[in-house]
């Protein structure tokens, strides 16, 4: 099975900074990893597909880059509506797998 | 707009069993994949099952045995049928479109208690 870790687990930050999240993957997956929002009781929310494919109609703060073993969320210019967990997944091959998720609070 | 909503969960006990539906709309669902992603409570996303539009069924080392996904293209609805419940296996069950997760239901809670 393909592990995913994120680093930082949580991260504290102010309005209008930036922040970047980063996922690891135990092997090599290409391109194949997408990036989720998740406000406390809400269902997930793809942002990024493909590693660096924005969502149609996700701000356009939120970037991803990466391929092979290595990729990053950024986040320019933090809003109040930013501050929730974040999770990549893969999905390069069966199971699929999340990473453990990155709490992003207000400073 | 893709729309998903679960349903058909709720308490039972150790041993059990549960069916969950998940109903599709605003897309063509007989086309696409589907999968079944869980949350135990405060915890991280767990992959469960996947089911492809063509049949491929894939599920996870930890519900393999117990847990069988369905569908019913007629009815546009997506389905667990979950037996031999732990109480591990309590957690919010989300289905989502295809293997990448674009689209997300509200989710069905499930516990799994004595």
């Known amino acids: 099975d393909i592990q995913m870790t994120q680093s930082p687990s949580s991260l504290s930050a102010s309005l209008g900074d930036r922040v970047t999240i980063t996922c690891r993957a135990s092997q090599a997956i290409r391109n194949d990893l997408n990036w989720f929002q998740q406000r406390p009781g809400k269902a997930p929310k793809r942002l990024i597909y493909?590693?660096?494919t924005l969502e149609s109609g996700v701000p356009s703060r939120f970037s991803g880059s990466g391929s092979g073993t290595e990729f990053t969320l950024t986040i320019n210019s933090l809003q109040p509506e930013d501050f929730a967990t974040y999770y990549c997944?893969?999905?390069?091959?069966?199971?699929?797998?999340f990473g453990p998720g990155t709490k992003l609070e207000i400073k | 707009e893709k729309q998903l909503v679960e349903s058909g969960g709720g308490l039972v006990q150790p041993g059990g069993s549960l069916r969950l539906s998940c109903v599709a709309s605003?897309?063509?669902?007989?086309?696409?994949?589907m999968s079944w992603v869980r949350q135990a409570p405060g915890k991280g996303l767990e992959w469960v099952s996947y089911?492809?539009?063509?049949?491929?069924?894939y599920y996870a080392d930890s519900v393999r045995g117990r847990f069988t996904i369905s569908r019913d293209n007629a009815k546009n609805s997506l389905y667990l049928q979950m037996n031999s419940l732990r109480v591990d296996d309590t957690a919010t069950y989300f289905c989502a479109t295809g293997g990448g997760y674009g689209t997300w239901g509200p989710g069905t809670l499930v516990s799994v208690s004595s």
């Open positions: 997944l893969q999905h390069n091959a069966y199971p699929r797998t």
């Open positions: 089911l492809s539009s063509t049949g491929t069924i």
């Open positions: 605003g897309f063509t669902f007989s086309s696409w994949s």
């Open positions: 493909d590693a660096t």
